[in-house]
């Protein structure tokens, strides 16, 4: 079957179409320096806001307070449940149709809040997870120590947990720089495109779709690294455990 | 159930304290219930200052539980204890301070694995204590020199045989200035060969007159270090006294029959034809 494709297709239309060097060179430098550049910032962005607040809603899903448990589980089932499309469709023209505002710092609060209130949600059970992996002795000890609950979790249980959910972390991140592609429908000026639509754009513009082909391998640019310093940081932590 | 007491070599070890500022550990009618299942049925205890109790009995008896009431890792059904002559079962006691008194070696060592043994003296002493660093180290180093483990400094918990790694466990507990320690079957986990070392340390501070509650197995350990040894059955103390009386001559025909099925695995003692309770 595979054999039959590879001869059958059409090379010289493939790679005139998909990798047209002359094309992939009218690229660069900017897929590099605003379209890549802008990838990972918002990756971060979301990423690093997706953490904090969903370390935050796991150690509600945790409380001993009920109130805070039943917050924390309605924030993550509708974040979780809802497509990302839809919410940045919300932030970017419900938000602004409804309140007469745009919010307040643009360009980036939209992509911050987009990204990372749905990333805190799949974050937070991850988090969760890893807090509960850890075994209880770990708390108990702390605690026998004199160690408030709060020192128990900050110095002991989380550092302990983060190691345990690097690989699912990783995962999400990867996710989470795909979907950074869909920040394009907030609207976008030439400076803040990211990968995806420049590429799209760069489409339309040289009417060749081999600019797709380019940035979706500038993806890799980010996952492949990330993959190997995280593999790197897991076999560091193993040594320790 | 009929509790044996044992004939005391002292009036001190029978009387129960009336005020429970004497005691450096004072348990009064404590029970404990795990959902329907009670473990606790009525716990009266006490641990003197400078005293070495060991609590022997069956696994399930609720020797580990009683342990863990008293620095409230479990929260008593009912009943009241006090630790150095302070409730903490009174709702409004500051816990953490409490805790900070009372030094708890635990059977599976509970070491930090993501610290460095001296981080793993170090952190509760500054987090909790307060103290510098140098002064932290100092305590840490002191202590872990005490233990036979100032070559360990810098490694990690999972570098540690479990002697090694119980030891240090201890050297945790010791460098928050404890006035009592209690220890959960601190030997239990360890090969048979490293069981040595641990009980060595422990021998160790029973000398400098540490007040000492230990649930064990480890009866040749009991008979020699312990001023009293305390048996437990099902929720409850049996019988308790000198070590050589309580292992030597035991009175109550279930500790006899305890001991029998320890100090000679494979070999049940003679049933008592007077006594029901032994099938």
């Known amino acids: 079957m595979g054999l039959l494709i590879v001869l059958k297709a059409d090379w010289p239309r493939l790679s005139h179409d998909y990798f047209n ?18 990838t990972a910032a918002y990756t971060a962005m979301g990423f690093v806001f997706g953490l904090g607040f969903g370390l935050l809603l796991a150690l509600m899903r945790l409380s001993v307070v009920a109130p805070y448990r039943w917050v924390a589980n309605v924030y993550i089932e509708f974040f979780r449940g809802i497509p ?57 000890a702390a605690r026998s120590l004199g160690m ?28 989470l720089t795909k979907d950074s592609s869909l920040v394009a429908i907030l609207g976008v000026t030439i400076g803040t495109k990211e990968l995806t639509k420049f590429g799209r754009d760069a489409l339309n513009q040289l009417v060749n779709p081999t600019p797709l082909v380019i940035a979706g391998l500038c993806y890799l640019i980010i996952t492949v690294p990330l993959s190997l310093v995280v593999r790197r940081l897991e076999a560091r932590n193993n040594r320790a455990r | 159930m009929k509790v044996v007491k044992v004939i005391p070599q002292t009036s001190s070890q029978v009387e129960v304290v009336s005020t429970a500022s004497d005691a450096a550990i004072e348990v009064r009618s404590l029970h404990k219930s795990f959902g329907a299942l009670e473990v606790l049925k009525g716990i009266e205890f006490h641990v003197d200052p400078g005293e070495v109790v060991c609590v022997i009995g069956p696994s399930g008896s609720g020797k580990s539980t009683l342990l863990r009431c008293i620095n409230l890792l479990e929260t008593p059904t009912s009943g009241k204890i006090w630790v150095s002559g302070q409730d903490v079962t009174d709702p409004d006691v500051d816990i953490d301070a409490v805790r900070r008194s009372i030094g708890m070696v635990f059977q599976q060592f509970n070491l930090f694995p993501h610290l460095s043994v001296l981080e793993n003296l170090t952190i509760a002493q500054r987090r909790v204590l307060r103290r510098s660093r140098s002064e932290a180290e100092a305590v840490a180093r002191a ?10 400094m810098t490694a990690y918990p999972a570098q540690l045989s479990g002697g090694q790694a119980q030891r240090a466990a201890i050297a945790r507990s010791l460098s928050m200035g404890p006035d009592l320690m209690l220890f959960d079957e601190p030997t239990s986990a360890l090969d048979p060969e490293l069981v040595g070392d641990v009980l060595e340390v422990m021998r160790g501070l029973a000398a400098e007159g540490m007040t000492m509650m230990v649930v064990t197995h480890e009866m040749s350990f009991a008979r020699e270090v312990a001023d009293r040894v305390v048996f437990m059955d099902d929720g409850i103390i049996l019988e308790e006294g000198r070590p050589e009386a309580v292992l030597g001559a035991p009175q109550h025909p279930r500790t006899r029959d305890f001991l029998a099925r320890v100090l000679n695995p494979g070999h049940r003692a003679p049933p008592l034809a007077s006594d029901p309770t032994i099938a």
């Open chain 1, 84 to 140: 990302l499309l839809l919410w940045l469709f919300f932030l970017g023209y419900g938000v602004p149709t409804a309140t007469g505002a745009q919010l307040p710092g643009q360009p980036y609060s939209p992509i911050v809040l987009g990204l990372g209130m749905p990333a805190a949600a799949y974050m937070a059970e991850t988090i969760r997870a890893g807090i509960q992996a850890v075994p209880k002795g770990q708390a108990e």
């Open chain 2, 143 to 152: 202590n872990l020199e005490r233990v036979g483990l100032a070559d360990k």
């Open chain 1, 148 to 175: 408030s609950h709060g020192q128990a979790m900050v110095s002991i249980v989380i550092p302990q947990a983060f190691r345990i959910i690097v690989p699912p972390l990783t995962n999400e991140v990867i996710l």
């Open chain 1, 21 to 38: 060097l002359a094309i992939a060179r009218q690229l660069f430098p900017d897929i590099l320096f605003t379209a890549l550049r802008n």
